[in-house]
């Protein structure tokens, strides 16, 4: 008995060590030094500005979004067992410590972005470890049979909580629901349920979880939805875009943020409009997927590259760009080479 509690007690203080870890590094060794930022010009109501630093650290949290788009193009082809775990992990921690020293560049990010971002990094490094200690054991003899109608369910749900995770929160995504369609397929085999404990135990754990983070979102309050833009010949052919003000050929709009924006914002570059600010800022991040890194403009640097977990031969580029080179640099980008993935708004 002793000897088991020794080895718990081991693996317990190693699971802590691969959590804590990354988060002590980052706050530690990725920092950089503050820079003068210019104030701005077009955006002046000082309630439209948010933190210039949270282009660069929002993107943790698109991390965790594309490592589940990952696993559900893994399981569309394959198993559990085939996604990359591992590689999910130290592609997040990878890419904040480099965002990190960037962010630090514009002023502080802030304690509660700071502590978000090591929260879902600490929950995201554990739920990985957990699965991929599972999946390649347990679940990778199990997964030698015969698919079942589960194996079906998991591939459905993976695939649109991937898509849910695109404009919502994931703590307000339906786990209850899947769990019901779950035990509700027939399990034909014993591979069913095995996939019907193991999913079961996964989903109702975030489940329960989802709902102490939706109450300590509460306490937050909620993020803004909207955001406000300077732009210089404003197309009035841009859908989910509204007009606020217009001075010669300067217009400050309204647009939605998130997923939507990406979109509103190459539509922007495409009918020649030019950005000068976004919400209140000039700087802007961006992400890229290639083979090969992108063709940049002079004032765009590539920051940190990872690898897209999940599909073949792809690497994703985070870009930092100038709000005015924005539009030059969306156009820039020919699908034959790679293609934009998102702009981190604000």
């Known amino acids: 008995m002793k000897r088991v509690l020794k080895r718990a007690g081991l693996g317990l203080l190693l699971l802590l060590a691969a959590v804590a870890g990354p988060i002590l590094y980052v706050e530690t060794m990725c920092r950089g030094e503050a820079i003068t930022q210019e104030q701005a010009q077009f955006i002046t109501d000082p309630e439209q500005h948010r933190p210039e630093a949270r282009t660069y650290m929002v993107y943790p949290e698109w991390h965790i979004v594309y490592a589940y788009e990952g696993y559900a193009e893994a399981l569309s082809s394959g198993h559990p067992h085939d996604f990359p775990y591992l590689s999910a992990i130290t592609g997040f921690?990878?890419?904040?410590?480099?965002?990190?020293?960037q962010a630090d560049q514009l002023g502080a990010a802030g304690f509660n972005s700071k502590a978000t971002i090591y929260t879902i990094g600490a929950s995201f490094t554990l739920e990985m470890l957990l699965k991929a200690a599972y999946e390649e054991t347990i679940g990778r003899v199990f997964?030698?049979?015969?698919?079942?109608?589960?194996?079906?369910?998991?591939?459905?749900?993976?695939?649109?909580?991937?898509?849910?995770?695109?404009?919502?929160?994931?703590?307000?995504?339906?786990?209850?629901?899947?769990?019901?369609?779950?035990?509700?397929?027939?399990?034909?085999?014993?591979?069913?349920?095995?996939?019907?404990?193991?999913?079961?135990?996964?989903?109702?754990?975030?489940?329960?979880?989802?709902?102490?983070i939706a109450r300590a979102a509460e306490g937050m309050g909620a993020d803004a939805l909207t955001m406000q833009i300077a732009v210089k010949n404003l197309s009035e052919n841009i859908a989910d875009v509204t007009v606020l003000e217009t001075s010669q050929d300067v217009t400050i709009a309204q647009t939605p943020r998130y997923r939507i924006f990406t979109r509103i914002a190459r539509e922007i570059a495409q009918e020649g409009g030019q950005f000068l600010e976004i919400a209140g800022n000039d700087d802007i991040l961006l992400s890229y997927l290639g083979a090969t890194p992108p063709q940049i403009t002079s004032t765009a640097k590539i920051i940190s590259t990872t690898n897209r977990v999940g599909f073949d031969a792809q690497n994703r580029y985070l870009i930092a760009v100038k709000t005015p080179d924005l539009a030059p640099l969306l156009q820039s980008l020919t699908p034959q080479d790679g293609q934009l993935e998102h702009i981190y708004d604000y």
């Open 143 to 212: 997964s030698a049979l015969a698919p079942t109608p589960q194996d079906k369910v998991e591939a459905d749900m993976a695939a649109d909580y991937a898509t849910f995770l695109q404009q919502v929160p994931w703590y307000k995504y339906d786990f209850p629901s899947w769990s019901e369609k779950l035990w509700a397929a027939d399990p034909v085999a014993v591979r069913g349920w095995e996939r019907r404990i193991a999913l079961g135990l996964e989903w109702g754990a975030k489940t329960q979880y989802a709902k102490l």
């Open 93 to 101: 921690w990878s890419a904040t410590c480099g965002l990190s020293e």
